[in-house]
């Protein structure tokens, strides 16, 4: 995400100034895949004042994996740990990552190896449980929020009548949901919104595309990646024999252009489709400066926490007040998050399921930090 | 474009100046077909202040359209110029708006109506004759620099290899070609770069990408939605029966979809694939102001012409200097530009056809307004 980094930054400082100067401060490169291989980095030994820089770069600075433990590796990882005198453990990510905590401090209790473990959430999905929301997200929902209202300005005055935004989310509809945040006036897009928790016919599509087009002339549709048909089946373009990563979870996206195509056939109207995909997720100049500043203070809180003898937690986000927006972190059992998964609840979607309600507006504007950029039109 | 109004505020404040109170000043409501529909917005009539707003807001604030105007359309254009006493003719537009003028400025002086004509060029493709460049590209460009640096950031801490960033640009490569411009590190992200005046096949394609995946694990491509193969047929996505706009365009795009799904069914490697398309022709985040001042210059100048009482040209940039970077603006008669397409010239293509020459930096840099923002990696 483009605030991953700032978490690690959080937690990485907290580490110099409570270790003392003689301990090591190692990143794992590549996740737990660098544990594995024992490929470390020397934090102790960058360069002074990299951290102000490495806090506002996007991507994992450390890198990351998509590797789901065997057990073998969950005893090598252990074993590792013990031959490096490896004290403290913090692994920053989603619901996989925090699985790979849980499974580690697990396994180090059991073999009698004293090690504490601290989760940090990271996920532009925000589908962890028990926290408020995830790091991560509020900066993409600001960037497909403010895309959507760039790119409604455009079509609006193209005369391609339609247009789909596919955004980023497998399972979860949190991202999607958040170009709601682009409409103000009525007819403002986006005009439906379809996110994975629903479950989508090519007819009932059709029918709602038709009836926007019919009642507007224009549609802008967003569009969650892993919407699926009534059957259960991904509505994507088939990505051919190279479809699961490590997790085993199916390679999705690209379902605006499959829908384009649909549209363009059974309506035959002129169906265009954008995709930022990663561009998303990676945008510095769409961070939310609430997101950033979340992100530093819980990787700062996991460290605190950690380091006064607390372990097998993820740190988690509580709303406090708002407005004035206002976070506390506490710590949640990583055995809790490790293996669950929090979709958009019900009462966020529209009834027909091809919108979102607008009580969602007060959960994600204050994550977004701050007025969208919105534009002047003239009179007619 | 992100600065098309920019261009029209220019011509309009000018026009404010330079008529007497009692002239109408009005937009055609979707270009072309706004006047042969007598749909007009009286621009003397907006409130206060609104040009202000005007000014940075993406799209086009007139609508527009794509509209091939058939010789009874010109003869009408010029019955309902002299209708409504229409003296003054500005079009902003690319090659086929250019064109549209074209027709309508020779249509008034052959049935010798009095009218002034000017075009103002305008299009994210670059790709007009006879100027140094065209408003729009500058931001465009920009745009798809910054977000090739923050994918590359992404993309090399991720364990996916491959990715493909589709570019805009269905014959002309010069937005793709601004790509380039992202890299500084010899391992900077695009690794390959793909324009459509070079065609491609699938087993030089797949070849490429096997070279540099074999030489460094990971590869970032940059390649246009207009991509044809040694046939010279599409590249992309099958669009069905939608296949063509109003002046027999073909409908390109998801090429960066068709060959994802290529590289993952000959090489077994995963491929993601972003496409931001109007996405990046819309983010007022981006805009270059460079571009931007450069747009509403070229707008003032043109009026400036057409009231001092020239007529039947379009307005050009030419570099005066860099640096500084300074332009000035000239007229071009409109039948030069009418019906050229500047490509991209050969001098700009890397050999082997998979790259864009260094030189092409010295073109671009300047056009994009300014640094692009860098980010710190940690050593190792």
Not at 154 to 179: H, K, Q, Y
Not at 314 to 335: G, K, N, Q, T
Request: glycine share 10%; aromatic share 8%; net charge negative.
């Amino acid at each position: 995400t483009a605030v991953i980094n700032a978490s690690v930054a959080g937690a990485v400082l907290e580490a110099f100034d409570r270790l003392d100067a003689s301990s090591q401060v190692w990143g794992a490169k590549g996740g737990i895949t660098g544990l594995l291989n024992e490929t470390f980095i020397g934090l102790r030994q960058q360069p002074n004042g990299i951290w102000d820089g490495i806090r506002v770069a996007p991507g994992a600075a450390l890198g990351s994996c998509r590797k789901k433990l065997t057990e073998e590796d969950v005893a090598c990882a252990v074993a590792l740990c013990r031959k490096h005198d490896i004290r403290y453990f913090f692994y920053v990510g989603g619901n996989d990552s925090m699985d790979t905590a849980n499974m580690l401090s697990k396994a180090a209790q059991a073999s009698g190896y004293e090690m504490l473990v601290a989760g940090v959430p990271k996920t532009i999905d925000n589908d962890l449980a028990e926290t408020d929301f995830c790091p991560g997200y509020g900066s993409a929902a600001r960037f497909y929020a403010q895309a959507m209202i760039d790119l409604g300005m455009d079509i609006r005055s193209l005369p391609t009548p339609i247009c789909l935004m596919e955004v980023m989310g497998r399972n979860a509809g949190w991202l999607t949901a958040a170009t709601m945040l682009a409409r103000r006036a009525p007819d403002d897009a986006p005009h439906l919104i379809y996110v994975p928790e629903v479950r989508l016919s090519r007819e009932k599509f059709l029918a709602d595309v038709k009836e926007v087009y019919d009642r507007q002339g224009w549609v802008v549709i967003a569009i969650s990646e892993g919407m699926c048909d009534e059957k259960g089946e991904s509505l994507s373009l088939p990505t051919g024999k190279v479809a699961a990563d490590g997790f085993g979870h199916r390679m999705v996206g690209d379902v605006a252009p499959a829908l384009a195509r649909l549209i363009m056939g059974e309506l035959g109207l002129r169906a265009r489709n954008e995709k930022p995909g990663l561009i998303a997720r990676a945008s510095s100049h769409h961070v939310s400066p609430v997101d950033r500043e979340v992100a530093e203070g819980v990787g700062r809180f996991a460290a605190q926490r950690v380091f006064a003898g607390e372990t097998d937690f993820m740190a988690a986000i509580r709303r406090e007040s708002d407005p004035p927006f206002r976070v506390s972190y506490f710590p949640v059992p990583l055995e809790k998050v490790a293996n669950a998964e929090r979709l958009l609840p019900a009462e966020y979607v529209a009834d027909g399921g091809n919108d979102i309600a607008e009580s969602f507006r007060e959960y994600a504007e204050p994550l977004v930090g701050g007025e969208l950029r919105r534009y002047a039109r003239l009179r007619w």
